[in-house]
């Protein structure tokens, strides 16, 4: 059975006192009931992950170093989601978060179903935060990604300039795939890299237009007509895999 996996709020600390939440100090004694002697796997906010044993649970937690736990590659992908309805973005952010994903940013378009006012976008990506957290302990990752406010399209352009490489998927782009096109840019695991995935409409021209001018490049997923769930944790296995994680080969 794996170890608890909690997330500190400073680096990694090579023994006393661990710097937790106070949900998961609360968590910890409360729900899980561990004690001294018990072991954890901690990850600090500098990305380094260790298995360390509890030498206190008493008014604060600490604990000892046991083993650092090797960090797996980690490529820079930002995933651009189209807002899908219901309970779906919520599956988006979980399996991006499990893959590996380091940011989604929830896309506001105009074929989209979901229209959220100023209040809805606020309260939509702190649930949406909390569901990354849940799932990045769950799969055991080093990081936990940054869901991004509610964006509009027309406001993207700066978010995007921040990344190397920015790939669009549509459904009216020619046969040339992810894999492809970041071997034809040269693309690495340290570059950043956004994934851009339209909502249960798709994009319109315009948009793509608009994406392009941004700096995008317009990819296609094949000849199945993909739900806009489905397309965007797909995209982002395929990216990651070409990048060096999930196994794929690391192209430094």
């Known amino acids: 059975m794996s170890a608890h996996r909690f997330f500190l709020t400073a680096p990694l600390p090579e023994t006393g006192v661990l710097p937790l939440s106070a949900e998961d100090e ?47 590659v980690l490529p820079r992908l930002t995933l651009v989601q189209g807002i899908c309805k219901g309970e779906k973005m919520d599956l988006v952010v979980r399996q991006a978060t ?32 909390r569901i990354a957290e849940q799932a990045a302990k769950q799969s055991q990752q080093v990081r936990i990604p940054q869901i991004a406010p509610v964006t509009d399209l027309v406001d993207l352009e700066p978010l995007l300039a921040t990344v190397k490489h920015t790939l669009v998927c549509w459904e009216e782009a020619s046969g040339v795939g992810i894999g492809d096109t970041l071997a034809s840019r040269g693309a690495n695991a340290a570059d950043a890299v956004a994934i851009v995935v339209g909502p249960e409409g798709g994009f319109c021209a315009e948009e793509v237009d608009a994406l392009v001018a941004y700096g995008g490049v317009a990819v296609s997923l094949g000849e199945t007509v ?25 192209r430094g």
């Open 26 to 72: 609360h968590h910890l004694r409360v729900v899980l009931r561990l004690t001294r002697g018990d072991e954890i796997v901690v990850v600090g906010t500098d990305a380094r992950a260790a298995l360390v044993r509890l030498t206190s649970v008493g008014d604060h937690i600490e604990a000892e170093l046991v083993a650092e736990v090797p960090a797996p």
């Open 98 to 129: 499990e893959l590996g994903v380091e940011r989604v940013v929830p896309l506001q378009s105009s074929r989209g179903v979901v229209r959220l006012d100023d209040r809805k976008r606020v309260a939509r990506q702190e649930r949406w935060q």
């Open 226 to 250: 993909l739900r806009t769930e489905t397309a965007g944790t797909v995209a982002s296995a395929i990216a990651l895999y070409e990048l060096g994680g999930l196994g794929g080969a690391y």
